[in-house]
Structures are given as structure tokens and as C-alpha cells.
């Protein structure tokens, strides 16, 4: 076999390689403020407020929300390669810059152009990942990617920590240079897909041809009910993806009686190690179980869910650092199991040339769930019922799994 030959059969692992250190920094970017609001707060006051700070992190949410249809439309008909370079260039250098604010409406006009940029990135690099892995290892290749998000996210628990040795503006001032720097090694390294007629893949700067224009593409996606279906159960799971993300650092400090420094990384590590392992789970078991049950990426997906349902009330009723590792370590199971078949499960009835844009809209709902339940929760907080909030959200992700489970019914693994 030639070098060439087998530079392109091992080219679509990497890909998931390369966007695997970019989905890496977009999680770590936006993770790593939620651990550092006592060291910031020393320098920024209104940060004190728990309402304030829930502002700052939905405001990221809500812009990232509103963005992501428009992003997944420009995904759909521009060089992916060309829009994860810019997208990773502009929010690292949003990181960098929020290192030299000195007051809170600064780090809240960052954060809204952070949600803009980091937007760009998520339905343009699933569906490069998609397009590239078909068939039999296609969960697992957008489940290996989605670990570069756990680990982001586990690493953005360590902001306290480097604040707390160093100061919050040097961590900012480094995490943005690491981006800004990984963002022109891919330019030399990343390239789009392009369909030959065999329908292999081959490397290529070209972008995909014969577009479907932008309303008529929005036309076909929301006249779908599977797609409404879909839409709904993934919104609805965003709400303790997103509590978990931005509250759960507060409720181990709160609930077990320990510093920031500390449970940030406690939380963030145990989600992320957890998710991990329900990513190698639920990859591969999906893409088995898809090709003896067209509904298995589905059913592996629903276990996902049926797991987070009991440790999202452990997490808010439980008591003690064993019951609230435990939990975390459940939740992040079922949320690796689920997280990892999500792109998959679209893919059964979008289109190829419609997934970005597909995938876009799931984000704009999932997000701005997201922004609510942020939002809510840190009013929750103030008044001493996170842990009970936490509980309510397991109720609701036993209707998502419901809806899941009747309504969804495939015909292809593959919808062209």
C-alpha cells in the first residue's frame, strides 16, 4: 500500500485527533471561569453576588444559543477546515484578553463574544467527524471527540487552582496563547471532505457543492417530527449537562464543606472520568447494536439516560463526599452513553448536507435550556436549594427518555 494510500485510510482518525485538542480548549476556555469566581472577586466586587455570576455564565449561553442555527447553516455550505481555525482563534483570543479587565461589564461583553466563537465550532466539527466516519465506527469516533470535551472540562475545574498559585488574569493570559497557537498548527494539518464518486474518502481544501439554500434547508429540517422528537429529548438533557457544568463546583463546596480549589477539580474530574467511561461503553456498543437493530444507537442512548435519572437525585438529596462521588460518577455514565450517540442518532434522519444546520438548531434549544436553568439555579442557590433543584432535573430527564424511546423509529443508519 502507498504512504499516500494509507495516509488517507488513517486520515479520519486524524481528524478526530486534531478537532479532539480543539474541543479540548473550547470546553476548557468556557469551563474554567465557573471555578475562579473567588479569586476574581477580590478584584471584580458585583462577582459576590451568586445572581451576578449565574448572569455572566447564561450570558454566554444565551448568545452561543442564538448563534448556532446560523452556525450550523454556514457549516453546511462553507470550508468546515476554514471556520474551526477562525472559531478557535477568536475565542482563545477572547480568553486572552479577558485576562487584563478590571470590571465585570469587561468580562460580560467577553463572555457574549466567546458565545459567538465558540458556537462556530460544534456543528461544523461533528459533522466533519461524521462525514468522515460512516457505518461501524462512527459513534465512537464522535465519542472519542466528545472525551476532548470532558477533559476540557476537567481541566477548566483546575482554573481555581492556577488562580489560586498564580492569579486569575495569568491563567486566562495562557490558556488563550495555547489556543491561539494550536489554531495556526491547523491550518497546515486539517482539511475538508470531499465526496468522490465511490464515495471514499480523500483529503481535500475544496468545500461541498450543490448547497441547499438556507430556508428551504430550515424548511426540511423542522418539517421532520423526528426531528422535533429528537430536538426535545436533547433540549431537555441539557438542563443537568448544563447544572452540572456551571453549578456542581458550588454544590460540593456548599454541600460538603470545602474550598473551591478543592471541589472544583473533585466535581469536574469525576464527571469527566466518568463520561469517558461511558463514552467507551455506549460507542461502541452502539455501533454494534445498530447493525443488528436499526434502533440500537437509540437504545443506547436510553440507558444513558436511565442512569443520570437516580444520580441526578443523589446529587441533590445525597449527603457526604462517598454519595456525591458516587453520583457523579453515575451521571457521568449515563451522559458519556448518551452524549456519544447524539450526531449518530441525527444522522438516521438528516441528511448529510443538513446535519450542521440540524445540529445548530439541537444546540440553540439545548444551550438556551441551558441559559434558563443556569440562570434559575443561581437564584436557587441564594436561597439555599441547589440540591433541590438538582433533584427536580432527574424528573425531567425521565420525560426526555420516554419521548425518546416512542417516538423515534429509523428506517437507515444513514439517511442520504
Known amino acids: 500500500?502507498?504512504?499516500?494510500?494509507?495516509?488517507?485510510?488513517?486520515?479520519?482518525?486524524?481528524?478526530?485527533?486534531l478537532l479532539w485538542v480543539v474541543a479540548l480548549l473550547n470546553y476548557m476556555d468556557r469551563q474554567m471561569l465557573s471555578t475562579m469566581r473567588e479569586a476574581m472577586q477580590i478584584d471584580i466586587v458585583e462577582l459576590e453576588s451568586a445572581a451576578n455570576f449565574g448572569k455572566l455564565m447564561?450570558?454566554?449561553?444565551?448568545?452561543?444559543?442564538?448563534?448556532?442555527?446560523?452556525?450550523?447553516?454556514?457549516?453546511?455550505?462553507?470550508?468546515?477546515?476554514?471556520?474551526?481555525?477562525?472559531?478557535?482563534?477568536?475565542?482563545?483570543?477572547?480568553?486572552?484578553?479577558m485576562g487584563f479587565c478590571t470590571s465585570y461589564h469587561q468580562i460580560l461583553w467577553l463572555r457574549a463574544l466567546m458565545g459567538v466563537s465558540e458556537a462556530l465550532y460544534i456543528p461544523a466539527g461533528l459533522s466533519l467527524i461524521a462525514d468522515y466516519h460512516e457505518g461501524k465506527s462512527r459513534s465512537f469516533a464522535i465519542g472519542i471527540h466528545m472525551t476532548g470535551l470532558y477533559l476540557g472540562q476537567a481541566a477548566g475545574g483546575f482554573g481555581a487552582t492556577f488562580a489560586a498559585t498564580f492569579s486569575w488574569q495569568e491563567t486566562f493570559h495562557w490558556f488563550g496563547i495555547i489556543g491561539v497557537v494550536y489554531a495556526f498548527i491547523l491550518i497546515l494539518l486539517l482539511h475538508e471532505k470531499r465526496e468522490s464518486?465511490?464515495?471514499?474518502?480523500?483529503?481535500?481544501?475544496?468545500?461541498?457543492?450543490?448547497?441547499?439554500?438556507?430556508?428551504?434547508?430550515?424548511?426540511?429540517?423542522?418539517?421532520?417530527?423526528?426531528?422535533?422528537?429528537i430536538l426535545f429529548f436533547f433540549a431537555s438533557t441539557s438542563l443537568p449537562g448544563w447544572a452540572t457544568k456551571n453549578w456542581l463546583p458550588?454544590?460540593?463546596?456548599?454541600?460538603?464543606?470545602?474550598?473551591?480549589?478543592?471541589?472544583?477539580?473533585?466535581?469536574?474530574?469525576?464527571i469527566a472520568v466518568s463520561s469517558f467511561i461511558g463514552i467507551l461503553i455506549g460507542g461502541p456498543l452502539s455501533d454494534k447494536w445498530v447493525r443488528r437493530n436499526l434502533k440500537g444507537r437509540i437504545y443506547t442512548s436510553a440507558i444513558g439516560l436511565a442512569l443520570m435519572i437516580p444520580s441526578l437525585v443523589l446529587l441533590g438529596l445525597g449527603s457526604g463526599l462517598a454519595a456525591a462521588v458516587t453520583a457523579g460518577l453515575l451521571f457521568g455514565v449515563g451522559y458519556g452513553m448518551f452524549d456519544t450517540n447524539n450526531m449518530p442518532i441525527l444522522c438516521q434522519f438528516v441528511p448529510a448536507k443538513l446535519r450542521a444546520t440540524a445540529y445548530g438548531v439541537m444546540n440553540m434549544t439545548g444551550v438556551i435550556a441551558g441559559a434558563v436553568c443556569t440562570?434559575?439555579?443561581?437564584?436557587?442557590?441564594?436561597?439555599?436549594?441547589?440540591?433541590?433543584?438538582?433533584?427536580?432535573?432527574?424528573?425531567?430527564?425521565?420525560?426526555?427518555?420516554?419521548?425518546?424511546?416512542?417516538v423515534l423509529r429509523p428506517v437507515t443508519d444513514d439517511m442520504k
Open 1 to 17: 500500500m502507498k504512504i499516500n494510500d494509507k495516509f488517507a485510510k488513517a486520515y479520519p482518525w486524524i481528524i478526530v485527533a
Open 58 to 97: 447564561a450570558v454566554f449561553l444565551w448568545i452561543y444559543g442564538v448563534i448556532s442555527p446560523f452556525a450550523g447553516a454556514v457549516a453546511d455550505r462553507v470550508s468546515r477546515k476554514w471556520l474551526i481555525i477562525a472559531s478557535l482563534g477568536v475565542w482563545s483570543a477572547v480568553t486572552l484578553l
Open 375 to 406: 440562570q434559575v439555579l443561581g437564584s436557587w442557590a441564594d436561597a439555599g436549594n441547589l440540591g433541590l433543584a438538582f433533584a427536580v432535573l432527574g424528573c425531567i430527564t425521565a420525560v426526555a427518555l420516554i419521548v425518546q424511546l416512542t
Open 250 to 270: 458550588t454544590l460540593f463546596s456548599e454541600g460538603l464543606g470545602i474550598p473551591m480549589a478543592s471541589a472544583g477539580p473533585i466535581s469536574t474530574i469525576t
Open 197 to 229: 464518486s465511490d464515495r471514499t474518502a480523500s483529503v481535500s481544501e475544496t468545500p461541498r457543492t450543490a448547497k441547499i439554500p438556507v430556508l428551504k434547508g430550515f424548511g426540511m429540517i423542522f418539517s421532520n417530527i423526528a426531528f422535533w422528537a
